[in-house]
């Protein structure tokens, strides 16, 4: 029984090692629709035909990039942490960015040796962020994308140096083909191992 659940989990990494996403290159038409979306992982491709993978703000990966898309100009905050509600109290998760123009104020708190920046908005909204999980920047440079690889944002790519948007999608083709090549390989190591006597039951 115990090979039948080592078999399993290795089939299973090697779904998970393979991965079932691929890139697409955004029409205009997305693109003026709003895409792609704060949350999703991109690559932009360049007029020098350069490329650049950029990942949505504070992924929990090592050595990757950093990207912030920027249409209108003004104060921006970026940040993941936590969402007070003023009038009702209720506090949630938060992740996402909210402009400038919208923050009434803000304050430095230490708590257990820790750092927190508050911000509260002209919504009656609580905005917490533990430092370094959160940027706090005005995009002078002009519009475009602004990219980083730690907590700062350092590089601006304006939008006519780009040539295509790509956005990563789950490619449902390959993933059909991997769960059929899984559950083959899954059925003929059952079948192998049960000719050789290799179950223990």
Excluded at 8 to 13: D, E, F, K, T
Excluded at 140 to 159: A, C, D, H, M, T
Excluded at 186 to 196: P, Q, R
């Amino acid at each position: 029984m115990k090979n039948k659940i080592l078999i399993s989990l290795l089939v299973v990494s090697f779904f998970n090692y393979i991965g079932c996403y691929s890139y697409y290159t955004l029409t205009e038409e997305e693109i003026n629709a709003g895409r792609p979306y704060p949350e999703e992982s991109i690559r932009l491709i360049l007029s020098d035909e350069s490329e650049i993978e950029c990942y949505p703000p504070f992924v929990n990966e090592n050595d990757i990039t950093f990207y912030v898309k920027v249409d209108t100009l003004g104060r921006m905050l970026v940040g993941e942490g936590d969402i007070t509600d003023e009038q009702t109290k209720k506090k949630s998760s938060f992740k996402g960015m909210i402009r400038g123009d919208l923050i009434d104020s803000s304050q430095t708190f230490i708590v257990d040796s820790d750092e927190y920046s508050v911000y509260w908005t002209k919504e009656n909204k609580r905005l917490s962020f533990k430092q370094g999980e959160f940027i706090d920047f005005n995009p002078q440079e002009g519009l475009g994308y602004y990219v980083w690889e730690s907590q700062r944002v350092n590089k601006k790519i304006s939008f006519d140096e780009i040539k295509e948007i790509q956005e990563s999608r789950i490619n449902w083709y390959i993933t059909g083909l991997i769960i059929v090549i899984s559950a083959a390989l899954y059925i003929w190591m059952l079948v192998k191992f049960d000719d050789s006597g290799g179950w223990e039951y």
